[in-house]
């Protein structure tokens, strides 16, 4: 798999991402067995960096992806990238209560993924929403000085806007920003990406098949589990999941067209933005089952 590295100071990292959210919260049941293997797969075909976050299943998908890493071939193992979010704060209901941006917070987070996940250090460390009640510049400074430690690789962001960015770059170096963008989830490009471009920062992208919406595989009478989040998404219901879903049949024309599926034509739209937009953007791909991941490479 082609190879970049994340900015002008991230990893060098495998073109596409694996995001390994779904195989443990949000979307309904996952098949323990089945994820693992989908790890495993994605690892043999280049896949280097796996993304997660310590508040997905109160911590299920950092041990679940600590498992597939041991269990996998050194060569293999070695190469893999672990791209942590961090800073959610979980009820004992499973509901959500604010973020947690404290430099000891920060430095707590980071000793429970560091044990879940069975590793020394983490690749790339990121808040996953910033703490209103902390200047970005104390969570960012937190994580530097776990780089400094070495618990560490490079430091993140995720979901800010363009000021915040430069705040964020002005206290250390920034890897990349994770955020979401797709086909149909364009509003980065005004403001976030030309400011990312500027000052040589990466962008991991999530949600390039918008949760599944144009994958090419939804339809109109797919009724969602009780526990699956896109059920109480707009994007999902009524005149909205109409529309869109007529935005996805004029998507699979032109698939049709190149040979190739929705998802892939989904895939490789965020990949040439790159270097449209003079930055590098690695697309995670939600991937459940292996079926999905061989799709998704193509």
């Not at 490079?154 to 979401?180: F, K, M």
Request: net charge negative; proline share 4%; glycine share 12%.
């Amino acid at each position: 798999m082609r190879t970049l590295t994340l900015g002008n100071t991230g990893p060098r990292t495998s073109a596409l991402g694996l995001g390994c959210m779904g195989m443990s919260a949000l979307y309904g049941e996952a098949d323990r067995t089945e994820s693992i293997a989908t790890i495993h797969a994605a690892l043999e075909a280049g896949v280097t960096l796996l993304d997660t976050g310590d508040f997905y299943a109160m911590g299920h998908n950092e041990m679940l992806i600590g498992e597939a890493l041991r269990s996998a071939p050194a060569a293999r193992r070695e190469q893999a990238l672990t791209s942590v979010k961090f800073g959610a704060l979980r009820d004992p209901d499973g509901g959500w209560s604010g973020y947690d941006g404290r430099p000891a917070a920060v430095k707590n987070f980071a000793a429970y993924s560091l044990q879940r996940l069975g590793v020394d250090h983490i690749d790339v460390y990121r808040i996953a929403r910033i703490d209103p009640d902390v200047p970005v510049e104390e969570t960012v400074g937190a994580i530097a000085e776990l780089v400094e430690k070495g618990y560490v690789r490079h430091i993140g962001l995720s979901e800010v806007g363009a000021g915040t960015i430069r705040r964020a770059a002005a206290t250390a170096p920034i890897s990349d920003l994770q955020i979401e963008y797709s086909l149909i989830s364009r509003g980065i490009e005004a403001e976030i990406l030309p400011t990312v471009a500027e000052l040589g920062i990466g962008v991991t992208a999530y949600g390039v098949l918008s949760r599944g919406l144009i994958s090419g595989h939804f339809t109109r009478d797919r009724k969602l589990a009780a526990n699956d989040f896109r059920a109480m998404s707009p994007r999902f219901q009524g005149e909205n999941l109409d529309r869109n879903l007529d935005l996805v049949e004029a998507l699979r024309k032109i698939a049709d067209q190149k040979g190739v599926s929705v998802a892939q034509t989904a895939i490789a739209w965020v990949l040439a933005q790159g270097p449209r937009h003079g930055a590098s953007i690695v697309p995670l791909v939600g991937a459940r089952t292996r079926a999905r991941l061989d799709e998704a490479l193509g």
